[in-house]
């Protein structure tokens, strides 16, 4: 499975309806199920962003379902970024002419 590094920041309608996230968390991560894709950890964080997402999935494609689902929402804007462990960097690099 690929990780992938989501980045979440509230929308106006998110933050109004704020004390529905846990609610919210929970069918995200059942969604996430539904499309084969696993919601391994998610931390709220101070910043320019208001959480960050660890997200196991098959591939770009389900990634980018995940991300689509859960930004149709309305109650968040996403980046996600794909992220490359220790080993497969090594793997990366070794494969470098």
Same mark, same amino acid.
């Given at each position: #499975? *690929?990780? $992938?590094?989501?980045?979440?920041? $509230?929308?106006q309608? &998110?933050?109004t309806?704020i004390? @529905? +996230? /846990?609610?919210r968390i %929970?069918? *995200?991560r059942? !969604? $996430?199920? !539904?499309? &084969? !894709?696993?919601?391994? +950890?998610? $931390?709220? =964080? #101070?910043?320019?962003? %208001?959480? =960050? !997402?660890?997200? @196991? +999935? /098959? %591939? %770009?494609?389900?990634a980018?379902?995940? *991300?689509?689902a859960?930004g149709?929402?309305?109650?968040?804007?996403? @980046?996600t970024?794909?992220a490359?462990?220790?080993? @497969?960097f090594r793997?990366i690099? &070794? &494969?470098? /002419?």
């Open positions: #499975m *690929a990780t $992938y590094i989501t980045l979440l920041r $509230y929308t309608q &998110g933050i309806t004390k @529905e +996230a /846990p609610k %929970d069918a *995200a059942k !969604a $996430y199920q !539904a499309l &084969g !894709a696993e919601l391994k +950890a998610l $931390y709220l =964080v #101070m910043g320019r962003y %208001d959480f =960050v !997402a660890l997200v @196991e +999935a /098959p %591939d %770009d494609t389900t980018a379902k995940a *991300a689509l859960l149709s929402r309305g109650n968040v804007s996403s @980046e970024l794909r490359f462990s220790e080993d @497969e793997n690099v &070794g &494969g470098l /002419p």
